[in-house]
């Protein structure tokens, strides 16, 4: 019998979970009623009412994009010139940097992080991850049939610079070539932020391990407007100039968190490197994907984001808007951080965005306290060393007690209770 799938993807059966465990939430709050049920599988941004969030600016002005131009294929297969004026605005020029790059539109951050392991790294070649990170980078690197190494991202409460160093020259000295995700700021699913110093260090080891061979540093900027030092912390990418001609930085553009335009699927591919003559070839090979792989990015949607981005008073608008709502994730993070650190629920170190994570080093405790939860209707993403609560999906007062009714079952499954049978 022939397989109907190719032999080499015959393998590839979608297992997700944060669809999974989203899903789960879902059929829970339709046999419990929503109001019982924590569902903090979701990854995108639901607001106090337990909607999903659509910034009215952002709306408001895709209303006013006309019909044609909703309807239309984008002028050109690398994204509008009005949308890549707006990225490039929204990213540097905003905040008073002028840094050569190009740009190129993809279909959300996901097209970005998988046309960049696609152009950039051989079939053999592998790609390196933080240890704990979001779940779909391992399907990118699966589409590709692209070997995977990680590095530890912490070291007790600090990004672990050291794991980056080794992991990155083990895998140069293998094959000539790094290609490294660092997913900054509000990393998913931890919610860390690395310091200017952990920048600093990195950068610094980029230089002197880029005189072995290719470098090629994919930054995912996927929360970056969910930060709380606001656009202070895009003068990061001032270091990106400037770097060794065997360095080239990809940053990855997302509009979906951004813009609260999630379905919309419109990102970007930055690229940014001293070696323009190098860096041309990995442009041509992106545009081909784009052309060979999905064509052209929503045109409506560039259009939406280029009229925002360029547009000072409409930008003004936006970002009084989502101000508002940074502050309502500050407010939600700093109920379940305060009270898992009062009844001793250990959490990775958290600064700022979408979720906060569980540490349980234990994988079978892990696995058996997430089927647990979902007993008590409480809906968490199952990720490498712990449980992932999406804060950017829970009203606060579904917060409110939620760290200790999780170490309450924690407890009950590690023996740990602190009442015994005789009190
Ligand atoms: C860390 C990270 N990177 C990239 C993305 C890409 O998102 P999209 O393809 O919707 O732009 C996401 C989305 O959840 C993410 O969490």
Redesign the pocket.
Known sequence: MKLFVSEVMHDKEIVDT?FEASQGAIEASKKYGVENVVNGAF?TYFDETGKLLTFETVYRTFDKVDDIQKGKYASSIMGSPEFQAGVKDWLFTSVGLDIPCHIIAT???????SSTVKNILSPGQTVIFPDI??G??TTIAKEQRTPIETYQLFDGDHFNIESFKSVCTDVMRKQGKVLVFV?DPC??PTGYTMTEDEWDQMIDFIKEISKEGAFILLH?I??IDFNLEGDRYKKIFQRFVDLPENVLTVI?F????TMTA?GM???AQILISSNEEQMMKVVHACGNTARGVWSTVNNGGMKMFADIALNPEIKERYVIEKSEYVTLLKDRAAIFVKEAEEVGLPLYPYKEG?FVTIRIDDQIVKNELHLKLKTLNIFFVNVYGGLRVAICSIQKEKIYGLAARVKEALDILTGESNTSEED
């Open positions: 944060v990854g279909p959300g951050g996901t097209g970005a992080l990170g979001w779909p980078y997913n990393q998913n995912d996927a929360y990855a997302s509009a979906s968190k999630y699927r419109v990102g979408f």
